[in-house]
């Protein structure tokens, strides 16, 4: 039961930083059409 609330946290963990690093590259792609808009 453990082992399996782990396995759900690290999934969970590992979806949470690629969302962020999906977020985090999009902000980076505006703000550099923004740049070029400027």
Do not use: H, P
């Amino acid at each position: 039961m453990k082992t399996e609330m782990k396995i759900k946290r690290q999934r969970l963990v590992s979806f949470l930083l690629v969302m962020l690093n999906s977020i985090t590259s999009t902000l980076q792609i505006l703000a550099n059409l923004g740049a070029l808009l400027v």
